[in-house]
C-alpha cells in the first residue's frame, strides 16, 4: 500500500481540498452565509421555523464533499440544470431526479411541482380567522392596495435591463410579503432565483416591524393614528362557511392559475369552520404544517449553492424585495388615508400597512403603532381584515403574473 | 466542485422586457388585483345583506314573543373599548380592560369577535 498516494488521495478527496480549488472559495463564503442565516434565526429569531432549514439546507449543499458528479450527493444541481433545459433528453424527467438525485433533490421535488407551498396555504387557511374581513369588505380594498410594491418592483426589475420578464415577475412578488406564494411564483417562472428570491421574502417578513413603523409615522399624522375605530358586526357561523365557498369559485373562476394557492387556503379555512373536520383542521394546522416546513426549508437551502447566489443579480434582488416591501406598506397606507378623508375619520389609516399580508405580524405592527398614538386604542381586530385580504390580494397577483408569463 | 459550469450552463428563464410593455403589465397588473378584490368585496357586501337582514327579521320576532323586560337599571358602567356588546368595568381603566380582554382572546385561542365580556371587577 502507497501511504503518500492514499493520503494525497484522500486530501484531493476531501472537501477541505475542493475549496482551494476551481472557484471553491465561494463555497467557504456561502458557508458563512448559511452561519450567518443560522444566527439570525436562532438568535434573533428571524422566521426561524423556516429560516434555520433554508440555512441549514444551504449549509449542506455548500460542504465540499459532496462533489456535483459525486452520486453521495445530497443535492444534483446538474439534474435540475437538465430538468429545465428543453434541449436535454431528461427535460421535466422526474423518473430521472428519483431514480439519480440525493435526498434534498427528492425533496425538492415537492417544491418544483408547487405541492409545499399550497400545503403550506392549507395550514395558514386553517389557522386563519377570516371573521374580520367577512364583517368589513372594505379590508379587501387595502389588501389591494397594498399590493403596489409587487408591480412596482416588478416594472423595476424589468426596466433595470438586467432580468427578464420572468425573474422580474419572480422578484415583484417579494412584495406580497407572501412566502410560500413567492416560492410557488418562483419555482414556476425562474427556479434560478429561487434561493436569492426566498432569503429575500423571508427575511423582510421577519423585519416587518422595523420596515414599516417609520412609513406609517412618515405617511400619518399624529390625529390619524389616534382614531379609534367601531366595533365590527359578529359574523355568523353560516358566513364563515360559506366564504371560503364563495372566495375559491370567484378567484378561481376570475384567474385559474390562482387554484393551487386560493383552493388550498380555502379548503383549510372551510375545514376550520364547517365544525365537523375538527380532526382535519388540527392535523393540517399543525403536523402537516410542521412537516411540509421541514421539507420546504430545506429544499429551498439546497437551491443555495455558490454560483448561483454569488452574484449581482442576488444584491439586485435583495435591493429590489425592499423596495417591493416598502411600496406594498405605502399603497396600503394611502389606501387607508383615502378611507379615513371618505368615512370622515371614522377609519384609522395605520390598519392599511396591514394588507402587506405576513399574517398575523403585520396586524400586530399596526396594533402597537395605534396604541403608541391612543394608548386605549385597539386595532388589532381591524387590522386583521386587511392581514387575510393581502393573503388573497397576493395570491391574485401571482396568478396574474403566471397567466402572463407562465 | 463544478458548479460554475453548471451555473453558466443554466439559461435565464424567459426573455428581457421593453421598458412600456414592462409598464403595461404592471399597471394592468394592478387594476387586475383591485378588480378580483372589489368583484369579492361586492358579493361580501350583497351575501352580508341577506344575512343581516335574515338576523334583524328573527330579533324582530323574538322581541315580539317575548314580554317587555322591566326598565333597566339606571347608571350602567362605562363600555371597554373594542370588545362585543358592552362591557361593565367596575372600578377598571379602559387600557387596562383592553389588555384583559386582548389577554384573555390570546390564551383561549379565540378570536375577540367571538368572545363576550359581561363585566370586568378589581378584586382587591
Given at each position: 500500500?502507497?501511504?503518500?498516494?492514499?493520503?494525497?488521495?484522500?486530501?484531493?478527496?476531501?472537501?477541505?481540498?475542493?475549496?482551494?480549488?476551481?472557484?471553491?472559495?465561494?463555497?467557504?463564503?456561502?458557508?458563512?452565509?448559511?452561519?450567518?442565516?443560522?444566527?439570525?434565526?436562532?438568535?434573533?429569531?428571524?422566521?426561524?421555523?423556516?429560516?434555520?432549514?433554508?440555512?441549514?439546507g444551504?449549509l449542506l449543499v455548500n460542504l465540499?464533499y459532496f462533489?456535483?458528479?459525486s452520486t453521495d450527493a445530497l443535492y444534483h444541481p446538474?439534474?435540475?440544470?437538465?430538468?429545465?433545459?428543453?434541449?436535454?433528453?431528461?427535460?421535466?424527467?422526474?423518473?430521472?431526479?428519483?431514480?439519480?438525485g440525493g435526498l434534498l433533490d427528492i425533496l425538492y421535488?415537492?417544491?418544483?411541482?408547487?405541492?409545499?407551498?399550497?400545503?403550506?396555504?392549507?395550514?395558514?387557511?386553517?389557522?386563519?380567522?377570516?371573521?374580520?374581513?367577512?364583517?368589513?369588505?372594505?379590508?379587501?380594498?387595502?389588501?389591494?392596495?397594498?399590493?403596489?410594491?409587487?408591480?412596482?418592483?416588478?416594472?423595476?426589475?424589468?426596466?433595470?435591463?438586467?432580468?427578464?420578464?420572468?425573474?422580474?415577475?419572480?422578484?415583484?412578488?417579494?412584495?406580497?410579503?407572501?412566502?410560500?406564494?413567492?416560492?410557488?411564483?418562483?419555482?414556476?417562472?425562474?427556479?434560478?432565483?429561487?434561493?436569492?428570491?426566498?432569503?429575500?421574502?423571508?427575511?423582510?417578513?421577519?423585519?416587518?416591524?422595523?420596515?414599516?413603523?417609520?412609513?406609517?409615522?412618515?405617511?400619518?399624522?399624529?390625529?390619524?393614528?389616534?382614531?379609534?375605530?367601531?366595533?365590527?358586526?359578529?359574523?355568523?357561523?353560516?358566513?364563515?362557511?360559506?366564504?371560503?365557498?364563495?372566495?375559491?369559485?370567484?378567484?378561481?373562476?376570475?384567474?385559474?392559475?390562482?387554484?393551487?394557492?386560493?383552493?388550498?387556503?380555502?379548503?383549510?379555512?372551510?375545514?376550520?369552520?364547517?365544525?365537523?373536520?375538527?380532526?382535519?383542521?388540527?392535523?393540517?394546522?399543525?403536523?402537516?404544517?410542521?412537516?411540509?416546513?421541514?421539507?420546504?426549508?430545506i429544499s429551498?437551502g439546497a437551491?443555495?449553492?455558490?454560483?448561483?447566489?454569488?452574484?449581482?443579480?442576488?444584491?439586485?434582488?435583495?435591493?429590489?424585495?425592499?423596495?417591493?416591501?416598502?411600496?406594498?406598506?405605502?399603497?396600503?397606507?394611502?389606501?387607508?388615508?383615502?378611507?379615513?378623508?371618505?368615512?370622515?375619520?371614522?377609519?384609522?389609516?395605520?390598519?392599511?400597512?396591514?394588507?402587506?399580508?405576513?399574517?398575523?405580524?403585520?396586524?400586530?405592527?399596526?396594533?402597537?403603532?395605534?396604541?403608541?398614538?391612543?394608548?386605549?386604542?385597539?386595532?388589532?381586530?381591524?387590522?386583521?381584515?386587511?392581514?387575510?385580504?393581502?393573503?388573497?390580494?397576493?395570491?391574485?397577483?401571482?396568478?396574474?403574473?403566471?397567466?402572463?408569463?407562465? | 466542485?463544478?458548479?460554475?459550469?453548471?451555473?453558466?450552463?443554466?439559461?435565464?428563464?424567459?426573455?428581457?422586457?421593453?421598458?412600456?410593455?414592462?409598464?403595461?403589465?404592471?399597471?394592468?397588473?394592478?387594476?387586475?388585483?383591485?378588480?378580483?378584490?372589489?368583484?369579492?368585496?361586492?358579493?361580501?357586501?350583497?351575501?352580508?345583506?341577506?344575512?343581516?337582514?335574515?338576523?334583524?327579521?328573527?330579533?324582530?320576532?323574538?322581541?315580539?314573543?317575548?314580554?317587555?323586560?322591566?326598565?333597566?337599571?339606571?347608571?350602567?358602567?362605562?363600555?371597554?373599548?373594542?370588545?362585543?356588546?358592552?362591557?361593565?368595568?367596575?372600578?377598571?381603566?379602559?387600557?387596562?380592560?383592553?389588555?384583559?380582554?386582548?389577554?384573555?382572546?390570546?390564551?383561549?385561542?379565540?378570536?375577540?369577535?367571538?368572545?363576550?365580556?359581561?363585566?370586568?371587577?378589581?378584586?382587591?
Amino acid at each position: 500500500m502507497d501511504i503518500l498516494q492514499t493520503l494525497k488521495d484522500l486530501w484531493e478527496g476531501s472537501g477541505f481540498h475542493s475549496f482551494l480549488v476551481d472557484g471553491g472559495w465561494k463555497n467557504l463564503i456561502m458557508i458563512l452565509i448559511s452561519c450567518v442565516l443560522l444566527y439570525l434565526g436562532i438568535k434573533k429569531k428571524f422566521e426561524p421555523l423556516l429560516l434555520v432549514g433554508i440555512a441549514f439546507g444551504c449549509l449542506l449543499v455548500n460542504l465540499s464533499y459532496f462533489t456535483a458528479d459525486s452520486t453521495d450527493a445530497l443535492y444534483h444541481p446538474e439534474l435540475w440544470t437538465n430538468f429545465l433545459d428543453p434541449d436535454s433528453e431528461y427535460y421535466h424527467s422526474y423518473g430521472t431526479i428519483l431514480s439519480h438525485g440525493g435526498l434534498l433533490d427528492i425533496l425538492y421535488i415537492g417544491v418544483k411541482a408547487g405541492i409545499y407551498p399550497s400545503l403550506i396555504f392549507m395550514g395558514v387557511g386553517a389557522m386563519t380567522d377570516f371573521g374580520p374581513l367577512i364583517s368589513n369588505p372594505k379590508s379587501l380594498l387595502l389588501g389591494a392596495a397594498a399590493q403596489m410594491g409587487v408591480f412596482l418592483a416588478f416594472f423595476g426589475a424589468a426596466a433595470s435591463g438586467v432580468f427578464t420578464g420572468n425573474q422580474a415577475a419572480s422578484i415583484g412578488i417579494i412584495g406580497g410579503a407572501d412566502g410560500p406564494t413567492a416560492i410557488f411564483l418562483t419555482t414556476k417562472l425562474a427556479p434560478e432565483l429561487l434561493g436569492p428570491i426566498a432569503i429575500a421574502a423571508y427575511s423582510y417578513m421577519a423585519l416587518i416591524p422595523m420596515i414599516q413603523p417609520p412609513l406609517m409615522k412618515l405617511l400619518t399624522t399624529e390625529k390619524e393614528r389616534k382614531v379609534k375605530m367601531e366595533q365590527n358586526r359578529v359574523v355568523s357561523k353560516t358566513e364563515k362557511i360559506l366564504f371560503p365557498i364563495i372566495v375559491a369559485m370567484f378567484v378561481i373562476l376570475l384567474l385559474p392559475s390562482t387554484a393551487p394557492l386560493i383552493g388550498c387556503l380555502m379548503l383549510g379555512n372551510l375545514w376550520r369552520e364547517c365544525g365537523v373536520t375538527e380532526r382535519l383542521s388540527e392535523t393540517v394546522q399543525n403536523a402537516l404544517m410542521n412537516i411540509v416546513t421541514v421539507f420546504l426549508g430545506i429544499s429551498v437551502g439546497a437551491t443555495m449553492a455558490a454560483d448561483s447566489f454569488l452574484n449581482f443579480k442576488t444584491i439586485l434582488i435583495v435591493i429590489l424585495g425592499l423596495v417591493a416591501f416598502m411600496f406594498s406598506t405605502v399603497g396600503g397606507l394611502l389606501v387607508g388615508k383615502l378611507m379615513y378623508v371618505l368615512t370622515g375619520g371614522k377609519v384609522n389609516p395605520l390598519i392599511g400597512s396591514a394588507g402587506v399580508s405576513a399574517v398575523p405580524m403585520a396586524a400586530r405592527v399596526s396594533q402597537l403603532e395605534g396604541q403608541k398614538a391612543n394608548p386605549s386604542n385597539f386595532l388589532l381586530m381591524h387590522a386583521m381584515g386587511p392581514n387575510v385580504a393581502g393573503v388573497i390580494g397576493s395570491a391574485i397577483a401571482a396568478g396574474f403574473l403566471l397567466t402572463v408569463f407562465g | 466542485m463544478n458548479y460554475a459550469l453548471l451555473a453558466a450552463k443554466a439559461a435565464d428563464s424567459g426573455t428581457k422586457m421593453e421598458i412600456g410593455d414592462a409598464a403595461v403589465t404592471a399597471v394592468f397588473g394592478y387594476v387586475v388585483v383591485f378588480f378580483g378584490l372589489i368583484l369579492l368585496m361586492a358579493v361580501l357586501y350583497v351575501s352580508g345583506a341577506i344575512f343581516k337582514s335574515k338576523e334583524a327579521k328573527a330579533n324582530a320576532a323574538k322581541s315580539a314573543a317575548v314580554p317587555v323586560k322591566e326598565a333597566a337599571p339606571a347608571a350602567e358602567a362605562p363600555a371597554a373599548p373594542g370588545s362585543a356588546g358592552h362591557v361593565k368595568l367596575h372600578g377598571v381603566p379602559d387600557k387596562e380592560a383592553a389588555m384583559i380582554m386582548a389577554i384573555v382572546a390570546d390564551k383561549m385561542q379565540t378570536p375577540l369577535n367571538e368572545l363576550r365580556f359581561i363585566s370586568i371587577k378589581e378584586v382587591k
